[in-house]
């Protein structure tokens, strides 16, 4: 009992039977009571294909059962989808099986609510079911589309990529990240102050209402922003809102605790006591991770904003005893992953060192100024290609022609409303989409700087799905070539990302190490003190597999700042 098998639920439990190198049965379908029984009967397999994995898996783990690799339909059916050009359509199992048959197609059930504390409704609308049967035919069509696309070898290692990542996901809400809510209490005190009965603001945020009003001569609420420009217009000083990059410049008494207090404002919101109440239990704070959320490929969660954590809320997140936190970011990964997809001989050797990438980019064509060759850089990726932003872009393109002409032709196909291509194959929406895909990526409007400066928020907002792409504003032609400049290269590092997770899981398989945070760039395991340092070289190992496996054998490096820590907050 080696290979595929498929599994599938069925009335009173699930069928489970061998599938062939077509994808099609390879033998006798058989019922068992439950997932758990059926795969732990079964510990020669190497590959289950089922439906979906969040809906599977966890009873897996719940029961002490670890699956080694998985084919999640509905991914699949998402990935294809986009690649042929329909992004968006229902990508069930179930609207699968219809569009093959012809029949009509059920639309996508609504994702859960994010609440932790919300009760399953018993009207809530449940996947249609699909036989054992019915999805082995759609098994197989998949296997069939996977070869008709141009680069099916790419095609089928992202779809096994990104299911492993729904196993990663699944595993990763299973653990949890370790949590000291005692410390969390204690954060918030410092920082907030007292509370007040009721639910009102706490005494340092009062406290600071107040100066704002004083400065201002009159009653402002400082979280309406509406009611605060309103307030700097009368003292004549106008602004288009009350975002840090545009008040700070401002000369008025208001701005300090103006700023303070929206600082404060947002960890009383986002991470204050009734977040603690909601996503921690047990010692360990629970988003649900899910793999691949966005357009782009990078992960989000259903709630609890783990990908937003501030700074002075990680000293909360501390190692059991005896246990430390390997925290490990990516250096300077999306100009690597543009060495390595525009193949330019210039950038690759930069990108071969584990150096200061920007530094030595700036030695080459910037006269050592490494500001201006970080601009140049992140212009090329994020689109600013105005103003200074072009005489960089002017100055990038002498030196590493390859690497410009590649977001440059990618640009000029979102402009003409073609698609465009992760280096594995994930595929852009349509022009005709683009308005939604922004939605669903939750990118800032016009007001947004164009090029991010130095301490700028360029990470993802998990909960709401936002992935911050600079400047895009609109779904005309320029800002769609912005949205496609800025795709091929962030999603091809989501693409490298899956098969680092993937390379990384394999190899703490053997180890009581568990990962249990990512976001993006940066990885979190959670260990025993004595495995920390067989993490951190499984972390550099894991590294440089999946840059050979994402864009084949190049000079490019793709190097970690590793830290092992007992606080998550001392990594930075």
């Not at 732990?40 to 590959?47: D, E, G, S, Y």
């Amino acid at each position: 009992m080696t290979g595929r098998w498929v599994l599938a639920e069925a009335e009173g439990g699930v069928d489970v039977a061998p599938l062939g190198p077509d994808g099609l049965l390879a033998g006798p379908v058989r019922h068992e009571p439950d997932p758990v029984t059926a795969v732990r009967n079964r510990p020669q397999v190497t590959r289950w294909v089922w439906r979906t994995t969040p809906g599977t898996y966890p009873r897996l783990l719940a029961a002490g059962v670890r699956v080694e690799r998985c084919y999640d339909v509905e991914v699949a059916e998402n990935l294809l989808l986009s690649h042929e050009g329909r992004h968006g359509e229902p990508r069930s199992a179930a609207a699968a099986l219809a569009r093959l048959r012809g029949t009509p197609v059920p639309p996508d059930p609504p994702q859960r609510s994010a609440d932790p504390g919300a009760q399953p409704s018993l009207f809530e609308p449940r996947p249609l079911h699909v036989p054992l049967e019915d999805l082995v035919e759609v098994y197989a069509d998949q296997q069939r589309r996977h070869y008709a696309t141009d680069r099916p070898d790419r095609m089928r290692l992202l779809t096994a990529a990104e299911s492993a990542g729904t196993l990663i996901a699944a595993e990763m809400n299973h653990a949890g990240l370790p949590w000291s809510a005692e410390v969390h209490r204690r954060v918030l005190h410092e920082l907030l102050g007292d509370r007040y009965a009721g639910g009102g603001e706490p005494r340092r945020l009062a406290e600071l209402a107040d100066e704002v009003s004083r400065a201002f001569g009159r009653r402002v609420r400082p979280d309406l922003p509406a009611d605060v420009i309103k307030a700097f217009a009368q003292a004549g000083t106008r602004v288009r809102s009350t975002r840090r990059w545009e008040i700070e410049s401002v000369d008025h008494p208001a701005v300090r605790p103006l700023l303070e207090y929206k600082r404060l404002y947002r960890i009383w919101v986002a991470h204050g006591w009734s977040w603690l109440q909601d996503w921690v239990r047990d010692g360990r704070f629970r988003p649900e991770f899910l793999a691949g959320g966005t357009v782009t490929g990078r992960w989000v969660t259903n709630g609890g904003g783990a990908l937003q954590i501030p700074k002075v809320i990680r000293r909360a997140c501390v190692a059991d005893p005896g246990w430390r936190l390997v925290v490990a970011d990516a250096d300077q990964m999306e100009p690597r992953v543009l060495a390595a997809v525009s193949r330019d001989p210039g950038l690759m050797e930069v990108a071969g060192r584990a150096t200061d990438l920007y530094q030595e980019v700036s030695d080459r064509a910037f006269a050592g100024d490494r500001e201006q060759a970080k601009l140049a850089v992140l212009g090329a990726v994020y689109g600013q290609t105005s103003g200074d932003g072009l005489k960089h872009l002017a100055a990038l393109r002498r030196r590493f022609p390859r690497a410009v002409a590649y977001v440059d032709d990618a640009a000029r196909a979102g402009e003409e409303g073609r698609l465009v291509r992760t280096w594995l194959g994930r595929t852009s929406p349509p022009a005709a989409g683009s308005e939604a895909a922004a939605e669903e990526a939750g990118i800032p409007q016009d007001e947004v700087p164009a090029v991010p400066g130095p301490g700028s928020n360029t990470g993802t907002d998990a909960d709401a799905g936002q992935e911050w792409t600079p400047g895009y504003a609109s779904t005309d032609s320029r800002a769609r070539g912005r949205f496609a400049r800025n795709f091929v290269i962030q999603g091809s590092a989501a693409d490298w990302a899956l098969l680092l997770l993937a390379a990384l899981r394999r190899t703490l398989a053997g180890m009581a190490a568990e990962l249990v945070f990512f976001q993006h760039d940066e990885v979190i395991v959670h260990c025993p003190e004595e495995e920390a340092e067989a993490v951190v070289a499984a972390i550099r190992d894991a590294s440089d597999l999946a840059g050979e496996l994402t864009f084949g054998r190049t000079p490019v490096r793709f190097p970690f700042t590793t830290a092992v820590v007992e606080c998550y907050a001392d990594a930075k």
